[in-house]
């Protein structure tokens, strides 16, 4: 049983998702094929940006975060930095870990310094940091990272995602089925199980 995991490095509620997934597929016997993208392209293209110049909205996604952050174990100090300038390179960064092995690892250290450090995602020092924690060379894995090919790669993603009709972070899909929100996880577990039943 397999579930793909849409994500992109600058969705704040991915965050909960990316920090417990690993635990979460011991535990359910599903496994999670996780898919980056950028969230930023397919929100212009459909002219949908949730936050901005919306403070009373942005409180709220704080605070929700917590409540849901500490149900989970987890100790983000909020408000993170928001949006993410460099939202494109830490997804690139995300593509080009697909191929070496690392994209997972990559993933979590670089929310987790992002959500409990303060050190916003797709810049220094959470680049580097986040790379030497999980054994990469920070100046090979960027130049890597700012190729066309990267940039294409991640574009190709984006447009697969969009085609499917993924319009947020994170999305799980269960062949053409999706669930988007960190809250739609259980749910989309409980849909594949019921599918291969």
Known sequence: MKIDFWFSIGSTYSYLTVMRLGEVEKTSDVKFKWR???????MIEQNNIPFKDKP?????????IERRAARFGLTP?????????????ANQIA???????????????????WFENGEAA???????????????DP?????AAQTQRAVD??????????????????????????????????????WTKDASS
Request: glycine share 8%.
């Open 95 to 113: 593509i080009v870990g697909v191929e070496d092995g690392w994209m997972e690892d990559y993933v979590r250290a670089t929310y987790r310094r």
């Open 139 to 143: 100046r090979e894995v960027l130049a």
């Open 122 to 136: 797709g810049e220094e020092p959470n680049i580097s940091a986040s790379l030497k924690e999980i054994g990469c």
């Open 56 to 64: 009373i909205k942005s409180a709220y996604m704080w605070r929700d």
């Open 153 to 190: 790669e991640l574009q190709t993603a984006t447009d697969e995602a969009m085609n499917l009709g993924v319009f947020g972070s994170p999305t799980f899909a269960v062949g053409h089925e999706l669930f988007w929100g960190d809250d739609r996880l259980d749910d989309a577990i409980h």
């Open 36 to 42: 980056p993208f950028n969230v930023r392209h397919v």
């Open 77 to 89: 100090k909020l408000p993170a930095p928001y949006p993410l300038p460099g939202l494109a390179l």
